[in-house]
């Protein structure tokens, strides 16, 4: 080897990368390229860490690598549960549509509502030093997390679910007063006993459905039977077990609520399993419409949630933070409606 291959050598040897000046700092790869951008973002102490340590290694920006990253497509992150779910997949369609038409390229991640699955996310967005996330965090989110995206200035659009303290555009539907108009809908047809299947505590949108599910029963003067509540977990698993044990009971319901879609294919497969006749033993209501929703025998009643509407307004959302960061955090509510099946007995009969 010659003489200046070895020079060569030694000089990519002693190369110092955005990723040393991060772990000098203590901080995140996105927050050392804001500084070195000069987007903002960064509060004053974190941006003289980030200058000291710059200083200290004498590090070098690679200005062909910057020219590159320049060419590249701007990069929004959307963080969901689970891209399998209808629900879900509905959204992220409608927002990469929006995204694409004002030049943004999707990075999708999985989270199957799971804490290390987000966090590992997250510092993939930072690393990729992503525009801006849109995410619906998982079951017991760590805001903390979340908090890391907000301290490196990326600006956040929360989806579904409420991300408890963090203050981030939200989009979200009507979910207590969904629920609540389900099962005066139950009561009007003669129900008194309505089963129901709800979501994790930790979740906003369990919570929020199982308040309108109590409320109504509170309005009309129907005692509240805990029996009745039983814990789905969000999941086709905590669906079946669930309808399960609503069935063992001595005084079994005549009418069925479920928060999830999920919960609802659970519920539906004990319910096919054990010949339980619907709507004439049980009545059965559920959350989304799903496309298999009609091909049970018989069609589902469901609630149906605007899922493209979802997708449109979070990526609207997203872009008009990007144009004005500075500007009020904005909660939309958007209203669901009941969509009547033969699951319900009703007192008309309803078309195929």
Not at 188 to 213: C, F, L, M, N
Not at 276 to 302: A, E, N
Request: hydrophobic share 40%; charged share 20%; with cysteine.
């Amino acid at each position: 080897m010659g003489p200046g291959r070895m020079q060569q050598g030694r000089l990519f040897e002693n190369v110092v990368t955005v990723k040393d000046v991060a772990a000098k700092a203590d901080v995140s790869t996105a927050t050392v390229s804001r500084v070195l951008s000069g987007k903002g973002g960064v509060s004053s102490e974190l941006e003289q860490r980030v200058r000291s340590a710059i200083d200290e290694l004498d590090y070098r920006p690679n200005q062909a690598a910057r020219r590159l990253r320049e060419r590249t497509a701007k990069i929004i992150g959307v963080l969901v549960p689970d891209i399998q779910i209808h629900f879900f997949a509905s959204i992220v369609v409608s927002i990469e549509r929006v995204l694409q038409e004002a030049g943004y390229l999707l990075l999708l991640g999985n989270t199957y509502d799971s804490l290390e699955s987000e966090k590992q996310h997250i510092e993939t967005f930072l690393s990729e030093d992503v525009s801006g996330v849109i995410f619906t965090p998982a079951v017991s989110p760590d805001i903390q997390n979340f908090k890391r995206l907000r301290d490196a200035g990326v600006p956040m659009i929360a989806i579904d679910r409420l991300p408890g303290d963090l203050r981030v555009d939200t989009v979200q539907v009507s979910n207590e007063k969904s629920t609540l108009n389900a099962t005066l809908h139950l009561i009007s047809e003669g129900h008194h006993r309505i089963g129901y299947i709800g979501g994790p505590k930790s979740i906003s949108t369990a919570v929020d459905r199982q308040a309108g599910y109590e409320c109504a029963l509170t309005q009309l003067g129907i005692p509240l039977d805990q029996s009745l509540i039983q814990p789905g977990g969000y999941t086709i698993e905590g669906g079946y077990r669930a309808m399960r044990d609503l069935w063992k009971l001595n005084q079994r319901p005549t009418a069925l609520l479920m928060a999830n879609n999920s919960m609802t294919l659970g519920a539906m497969q004990f319910i096919c399993e054990n010949d339980i006749s619907v709507p004439d033993q049980i009545s059965i209501i559920g959350f989304d419409d799903m496309p298999w929703s009609t091909i049970l025998r018989p069609p589902l009643t469901v609630i149906t949630q605007p899922t493209t509407e979802i997708g449109v307004l979070a990526a609207q959302l997203m872009l008009a933070r990007l144009n004005e960061p500075n500007s009020s955090i904005k909660h939309i509510t958007l209203e669901t409606h009941m969509v009547l099946r033969q699951s319900c007995l009703c007192s008309k009969k309803l078309p195929e």
